[in-house]
């Protein structure tokens, strides 16, 4: 089939802003239903390196596809601010389409990372014509799980995304020279070194590119601006098909937006009809070459055939094609038997929430709490633990270099490193779904950080990472309520792992190590209880941390035990 391609035409939006747009059309009889993506990368190349989804076969199997960069990106005007325009200029451009001749009206949205966060905006605004969506590795929420997670700054990802991506763009739209680029790309190839600056604010490099930046660093609880830019599931009209990653940074806005769609959708359609879907990718679907070495070349997102799937998606919803085997509700990959498999819900209905203990020695058991004990150690920020592996976003993750199940036992010998471990296992165990470290914690400090983070120690001493978590502490009460400790106290403090997909072998041992950091993904808490952001590590205070366990303080990880033996 012949596609014509009508290459810049402008759509324009309420307040008089025009979006640079590119329009694939498949040649045939009649007007057709519509793809829409809006991007912030530049269309030019978006079809291409960001779309993971081939555009041109998409066109050849009967639909028009609209790309389009959205407010002042690629070669749109107007100024492009993350997530606040995205629901007025996502309602004009279907309006727009549903406008045109070649259209039937019909339009469907499909895209990964910001281009998936562009779809739920665009849902919130419920325009009439839109159908359906296809939100890959990305999350309908532009705090918790995007920005920041349990009160800590997503460092790692933010700082690169403004860098590697967000930067350079603005700066080619104004025709700064070459050597300004060059200059913010050399910035971003010299991370470590910027991660490693304080205050955090103090970033020369993004010049006036990016303020939104700072004012993100200068806003981590949880404030009006920020819910005002989150989708809610009783906001949406119209079916997902949610696509995340067991190592993808915003898993956990994946997972609450398909949950929220199921539970809350304002529609029955939205409701019943929406889908999930997850692998065992990083971000940037696949997170390159780890999948293949890791779990095999049927667990890459390209073995489900991505263009297949987002052709039987939209036949059903924007054509009204009964499909002749209707989608799986959940499918999944579940990393040990390197399997994938078709569930009926998420989390799985037959989870079995099994607490395991911290007891004294180092020991981790579903055993009932023992003695009352406590462990501490020193939480200093300038000898942070380092990230290794897990859903990181850091220079080298394209690669695989970072992100994924990696052997952690280079933080073995370090004394701000809690481990407490099963025996070898007897029985196989699959831990599948959500996980929570219930912690009866104590700190010298006025606040601090706790991380958890769950390891696979194999007999011959390979320990992989499987997932882990992170809680500020003064936002122990929610993100939107900060409140300091008081020193010696003892909380109860909960800190929220990434869900996984993982069965442990016979022989092996599971093990949850306890630390205050995990940097650069995250920022470093100084400890003092001021403004992180704008604190100079020369500020930042050494934080005793005390895990109290036992009968009076039952410390316990909380796994979802699936036993289908």
């Known amino acids: 089939m012949r596609i014509t391609i009508e290459k810049d035409v402008r759509v324009p939006t309420r307040d008089g802003v025009e979006l640079a747009t590119d329009v694939y059309l498949p040649q045939g009889d009649g007007p057709v239903p519509t793809l829409l993506s809006r991007t912030p990368y530049d269309k030019e190349v978006a079809a ?9 076969r998409v066109a050849r199997a009967g639909y028009a596809v609209v790309v389009q960069d959205t407010r002042g990106c690629g070669g749109s005007s107007g100024t492009w601010v993350p997530f606040q325009d995205e629901a007025a200029d996502g309602e004009d451009a279907i309006a727009w389409i549903a406008s045109q001749p070649w259209s039937d009206g019909r339009v469907g949205m499909f895209g990964q990372s910001y281009v998936g966060a562009t779809q739920w905006a665009a849902a919130r605004a419920r325009p009439p014509a839109l159908r359906a969506l296809m939100p890959i590795v990305t999350s309908a929420n532009p705090h918790d799980g995007w920005t920041f997670r349990g009160g800590a700054y997503e460092l790692g990802f933010t700082l690169l995304w403004a860098l590697m991506f967000l930067s350079p763009s603005d700066l080619v739209r104004r025709g700064a020279d070459a050597a300004d680029v060059a200059a913010v790309l050399a910035a971003a190839d010299d991370a470590d070194r910027l991660y490693a600056r304080t205050p955090l604010t103090d970033l020369p490099e993004l010049g006036d590119t990016a303020p939104y930046y700072r004012e993100w660093l200068r806003r981590p609880a949880l404030d009006r601006g920020w819910r005002d830019a989150t989708t809610a ?22 997972l609450a937006a398909y949950r929220a769609l199921r539970e809350e959708g304002a529609t029955e359609a939205a409701r ?32 489900l055939d991505p263009a297949g799937l987002l052709t039987a998606w939209s036949d059903q919803w ?9 989608p799986p509700r959940v499918k999944l990959f579940v990393m040990g038997p390197d399997v994938w498999r078709d569930e009926d819900e998420w989390p799985l209905p037959d989870t079995a929430w099994t607490s395991y203990h911290l007891h004294a020695g180092g020991r981790l058991a579903p055993d009932a709490p023992g003695d009352d004990a406590a462990d501490s150690f020193d939480y200093d920020p300038r000898d942070a633990v380092p990230t290794i592996g897990g859903a990181t976003y850091l220079p080298g993750v ?92 003892t909380y109860e403090l909960r800190v929220r792992l990434t869900p996984t997909s993982w069965v442990f072998p016979v022989g092996h041992r599971l093990r949850l ?22 604190e100079r590590i020369e500020d930042a205070v050494v934080a005793t941390n005390t895990v109290h366990h036992g009968t009076a303080h039952p410390s316990r990880l909380v796994l979802p035990v699936i036993d289908r033996g």
């Open 318 to 326: 924007l054509r009204e094609q009964a499909p002749d085997t209707p």
């Open 398 to 489: 394209w690669l695989g270099v970072n992100a994924g199940p990696r052997d952690v036992r280079a933080l073995d010998g370090r004394q701000d490193v809690l481990r407490y471990a099963t025996e070898p296992l007897e029985a196989p165990l699959e831990v599948t779904g959500p996980l929570e470290l219930v912690l009866h914690a104590s700190s010298s400090a006025l606040d601090t950080d706790f991380v958890a983070r769950l390891v696979d120690v194999a007999p011959d001493g390979r320990a992989t990472g499987v997932t882990d978590g992170i809680l500020r502490a003064r936002y122990r009460d929610g993100p939107a309520e900060p409140t300091l400790l008081e020193a010696g106290r």
């Open 48 to 56: 291409i390196v960001n779309l993971p989804i081939d555009v041109l």
């Open 513 to 534: 190590d306890v630390t205050s950091s995990n940097f650069p993904r995250f920022d470093r808490n100084t400890n003092t209880g001021g403004s992180i952001a704008d």
């Open 272 to 303: 019943e009809g929406t889908r999930l879907i997850i692998g065992p990718w990083a971000h940037g679907v696949d997170g390159g070459t780890f999948v293949e070495r890791n779990f095999g070349l049927h667990a890459g997102f390209g073995a």
């Open 233 to 254: 599931g009783a906001d949406v009209e119209v079916p997902a098909l949610v696509v995340g990653g067991w190592y993808d940074l915003f898993l956990d806005g994946s």
